[in-house]
């Protein structure tokens, strides 16, 4: 099957052992002119709250066009002003990129991880393609490329040492973290304390009133989803984003709605089991993952001290969890 789809995938694709030496110079020139964009891409993402780092990606863009200027003048020589169109796409097997558009939702340490991929496929393509040549001067500059573009790294380093210096790499890498709290990691947290905490009651009292397996299961999991459906869309809702800096609010109200399902349907999915006691033993004990979990986030990523963090959420989860069975069982 998979074999079957390679083949459909690569439907209409050129060979790279088959392409003449104009089409590989022709490949370099488009592959030349697509990094410069997305590196200019990265720089525009990251000037707002990367200045320094966006001037680095400003600076390999203008590399990358000397390459490039470099390879249409090689073109020029032995093939005329006519540039066969001919892009990554069009060759089966070669290395692809990112679309820029994709850019907006990478992270800062991802950027800077697709710019060092980047560099190592620019570097094995003009390998290649310098042993596929057999003009002494085309060979040369496909093999000063090569080695240009495994320079980058160092080249990447001291642009980051020119502009990232004095701290302010340190300043970037906390923001970007910061960030990714108020993004990601702040709503999540919000859902998986308000989807594990508030749904234990009724979860339980239901349990312990019934002692019906089936039924305390599709409470839960209406409990589970409707509350998340609701931390998602209020998340989302309440704040743009654009003053409070707590970025998108698609992505604020899918990590908490996702987040608080989550930690309902954990202690739900045990009542999946037939057997009451089971369930319910199973169930105590994912209660007691969770709260330890939500615990541990908070001192990770809050700076919560841990001992105040495991105090409040065991304590707070265990009375509401007490509440549930008294109130189920009498």
Not at 37 to 43: E, G, L, P
Not at 62 to 76: G, P, T, V
Not at 103 to 116: G, K, Q, S, Y
Not at 235 to 251: F, I, Q, T, V
């Amino acid at each position: 099957m998979l074999n079957r789809f390679s083949l459909i995938s690569n439907a209409g694709k050129r060979r790279f052992d088959d392409l003449s030496e104009q089409e590989i110079l022709a490949l370099a020139v488009s592959s030349e002119e697509e990094d410069g964009q997305i590196y200019t891409a990265y720089a525009e993402r990251l000037r707002a709250e990367f200045p320094a780092t966006a001037t680095v990606f400003q600076e390999m863009a203008a590399e990358e066009n000397q390459h490039r200027r470099r390879l249409i003048e090689a073109y020029q020589r032995r093939f005329g002003d006519f540039i066969v169109p001919i892009r990554r796409e069009h060759v089966a097997g070669y290395y692809t990129r990112r679309p820029v558009w994709l850019v907006a939702n990478l992270d800062l340490d991802t950027i800077r991880r697709e710019a060092a991929d980047m560099e190592r496929q620019a570097h094995d393509f003009y390998v290649t393609a310098a042993g596929r040549s057999t003009d002494a001067g085309t060979r040369k500059l496909l093999g000063d490329l090569a080695a240009a573009e495994a320079g980058h790294q160092a080249k990447a380093d001291s642009l980051e040492e020119k502009h990232l210096g004095d701290g302010k790499r340190e300043e970037e890498d906390f923001a970007a973290r910061r960030q990714f709290v108020l993004t990601w990691v702040q709503p999540g947290l919000a859902g998986l304390m308000d989807g594990s905490v508030s749904t234990l009651a009724p979860i339980f009292a239901t349990a312990f009133a019934t002692q019906n397996p089936w039924t305390t299961f599709i409470v839960g999991l209406s409990a589970s989803v409707g509350a998340g459906i609701s931390m998602g869309f209020t998340e989302a809702a309440h704040d743009d984003g654009k003053l409070s800096g707590r970025g998108a609010p698609w992505k604020r109200g899918l990590a908490s709605g996702i987040m608080t399902t989550i930690g309902g349907l954990g202690h739900a999915l045990p009542y999946l089991i037939p057997d009451f006691w089971i369930a319910t033993a199973i169930a105590l004990v994912v209660v007691f993952i969770e709260l330890w979990a939500i615990a541990w986030i908070q001192n990770r990523y809050m700076e919560t001290p841990f001992a105040r963090a495991a105090f409040q959420v065991v304590l707070g989860g265990g009375l509401v969890l007490a509440a549930g069975i008294i109130i189920g069982a009498s």
